[in-house]
């Protein structure tokens, strides 16, 4: 019942046009309900035969691939990914078995034949009931509706006919036909769980796309079977169409409802109402560009993994307009290449990307070979489509995936970009707030306010991921999962699961006390002050601030300060607390699955790794601090969850209260003077 008030009062004090299309989305939902069941809610009888030869005949340019296109792209994916095509077949014959890739897990067993409501991992299945009445965030059912969501986007079938492409071989047109006959009749238009949320609709409908030409020419899929297909695909329209995720603050969810209209729009121009579909779909994906992206190109959810999948979505939808002679706005194109830019800032030098925020380990298409946590991907596909060489420095190469979706026009442009090394310097972006440290060898993040929804916040003001010499030595724990169990949701957006501190055991904001497990509302009250930034030949530094303790009793100010020395690659953190009364003062260091040990207690010192490469981590001289290492939890990826060492540091006292330590990378066995790096440490100000 709290949960129902809670939504009742935020949709009170909703603007009144967002408010009135919610009530008529609503209202056209319940006369769905009343009017249809689920043995008639598919429209077989929107593709005629003309409207279908005339698809055929003009929608070669339209798609990313086409039947025509496919000689040529297979030559070409077998002359520079050989590795990459031998996998997607290994894949491919893996589906063919039932055994589906779902999120951060490996192949996953599916029942013969599958049951599309079922989660393959708690083993809970959701009822064939209209979508109005299935609340998929309900906190009391142990399944996490992401995992089923992730099967029925389909990534399968595009998987299947890249095999087929590839290989020629009929089984796998026969194992698509098999899935999607099975998924159409135990799915009704708007019917089960698969239906609650239309940017999952938007998703499968892209992924369909992919399936329709990638099978185009297969005997087993007959012009029967392709014109049911496409008004299937517009059933999908009309869904997204009359469901679309509007709300004051909408987020990625919204973009790829947008994403989903344009494609249907542009590629199935011969069906009724897409005219309709294109505009809308325009008009939300490059409108929400400039309002849900920042001035320095920061996806304003303040979460590094969606900003990713809100960027592909954006290259997505510029490829496939400029396909089809459609130019985006330019305010909006500088958006887009600005969202390259942090990604580029933000991406280590082994093309991993710090876990700020929630991920999901999801994405639009699957086309092969993709790292879920690396974004060098768009930045290769940002080089082919913007020419920029420092983007095509950070990819490594276009890889095969692009290949698939770019073309060999794609090929062709990102070759020709000059080679050449580049350095990425160190960054700020405050209005999207992140701060990017960079150096030789080394990489740190610092994550400041947000601006947008706080449905993918995390408690992680003034946090900071660490990464050197290869290995990130301190960690943002993560995500773990979403619905499966509010308690494990809550706890790794808690403050004590980032690095960060926290004030007589109190959260820095009060965003878990929300009841909703994807908030819209921040709090407000927690205002965050960027008191300095410096980036110099030999030092940086950073200087930060938030009032989020401010509420207690006794009110406490947080102000952290973090100085990167280039030239010896070292980092120093200092915490001070600044108010009224006496307070217990707890910091957090949550690290890598390596080995640690506490190498001497006055001052505490602490070695993260092994005698030939590991972090050192240093404390001021304070016989008030004490020092601890415990087992903690790290969610490398989604729905995965292992045991990591966390350093907990505290001291209780008058405020202000001051710590600092230093961050140190060192290799081989000899350990550097304590004293000299102290006293460096200390002398900063």
């Known amino acids: ?115 599309w409501h079922r989660d393959p991992i708690s083993g809970l299945r959701w009822e064939l009931r209209h979508h109005t009445a299935i609340d998929y965030l309900d906190p009391g059912r142990p399944s996490d509706v992401r995992v089923v969501w992730e099967l029925s986007r389909c990534h399968q079938w595009v998987t299947l006919g890249q095999a087929y492409w590839l290989t020629g071989s009929e089984r796998y047109a026969a194992e698509f036909v098999a899935q999607w006959e099975s998924w159409m009749a135990a799915n009704p238009a708007g019917f089960g769980v698969n239906w609650t949320c239309a940017m999952e609709a938007a998703v499968r409908a892209v992924n369909w796309l992919w399936a329709f030409f990638l099978f185009l020419e297969a005997p087993v899929f007959d012009e029967g079977r392709q014109r049911r297909f496409l008004a299937a695909l517009a059933d999908h329209a009309r869904f997204i169409l009359q469901n679309l995720e509007i709300c004051p603050l909408p987020g990625n969810h919204f973009i790829t409802d947008g994403l989903g209209l344009l494609a249907l729009g542009v590629v199935l121009r011969e ?63 500088e958006r887009v290449e600005r969202m390259l830019e942090f990604t580029l800032a933000y991406t280590r030098p082994d093309g991993t990307f710090p876990a700020i925020g929630d991920c999901d380990d999801g994405s639009l298409i699957d086309l092969g070979s993709r790292d879920p946590r690396s974004h060098r991907a768009l930045l290769a596909a940002g080089a082919a489509l913007f020419g920029r060489s420092d983007f095509k420095a950070a990819s490594g190469a276009l890889g095969a995936a692009n290949l698939w979706w770019l073309g060999l026009t794609g090929l062709r442009t990102y070759d020709a970009i000059p080679e050449k090394p580049e350095t990425v310097p160190s960054r700020a972006f405050p209005h999207g707030g992140f701060f990017v440290m960079r150096g030789e060898g080394r990489h740190l993040v610092v994550s400041g306010p947000s601006t947008g929804p706080a449905g993918h916040l995390h408690h992680d003001l003034l946090s900071f991921e660490c990464w050197a010499a290869g290995t ?214």
């Open 1 to 115: 019942m709290r949960t129902r008030g809670t939504n009742v009062a935020r949709a009170l004090k909703m603007p009144l046009p967002i408010l009135a299309q919610k009530l008529t989305q609503r209202g056209r939902a319940l006369t769905h309900r009343l009017m249809t069941d689920s043995a008639s809610a598919w429209r077989t009888n929107g593709v005629t035969v003309e409207v279908h030869r005339d698809l055929r005949a003009s929608a070669a340019s339209r798609f990313f691939v086409h039947p025509a296109d496919r000689w040529a792209l297979v030559e070409a994916l077998q002359a520079h990914e050989p590795e990459a095509v031998a996998a997607t077949v290994r894949a491919a014959d893996e589906v063919c078995g039932h055994r589906v890739p779902l999120l951060g897990r490996g192949p996953v067993e599916l029942a013969h034949p599958i049951d």
């Open 271 to 333: 069906v009724r109402d897409s005219r309709r579909w294109l505009g809308r779909g325009w008009r939300i994906v490059w409108g929400e560009v400039t309002r849900q992206v920042t001035a320095d190109g920061v996806d304003y959810e303040h979460a590094i993994g969606y900003h990713g999948d809100v960027l592909h979505c954006l290259l997505v939808a510029l490829s496939l307009c400029r396909r089809n002679g459609l130019e985006p706005p330019p305010a909006a194109l």
């Open 472 to 685: 990130a030595y301190v960690q943002d724990p993560g995500t773990y999962a979403y619905t499966v169990s509010p308690e494990w949701r809550n706890r790794f957006r808690s403050t004590a699961s980032h690095n960060t501190v926290m004030v007589d055991g109190y959260e820095q904001t009060r965003l878990l006390d929300d009841p909703n497990l994807f908030p819209v509302e921040r709090d407000e009250t927690v205002l965050f002050t960027l008191r300095g930034w410096e980036v110099h030949d030999d030092l940086d530094r950073f200087d930060g601030e938030h009032n989020g303790y401010t509420r207690l009793p006794e009110p406490v100010v947080h102000r952290r300060q973090i100085w990167f020395d280039k030239r010896l690659g070292v980092w120093t953190v200092r915490d001070l607390l600044t108010g009224k009364g006496t307070h217990t003062v707890r910091g957090f260091l949550h690290l890598a699955p390596l080995e640690v040990a506490v190498a001497s207690m006055d001052p505490w010192v602490i070695h993260v790794g092994d005698r030939d490469r590991r972090l050192m981590v240093v404390w001021n001289q304070d016989p008030e601090l004490s020092v601890a290492v415990s087992d903690g939890w790290l969610s490398p990826r989604y729905g995965v969850i292992e045991r990591a060492p966390v350093v907990t540091y505290e001291r209780r006292g008058v405020v202000p209260i001051e710590i600092r330590f230093v961050l140190m990378p060192v290799r081989g066995g000899v350990s550097p003077a304590i004293e000299p790096l102290l006293r460096w440490a200390m002398e900063l100000s």
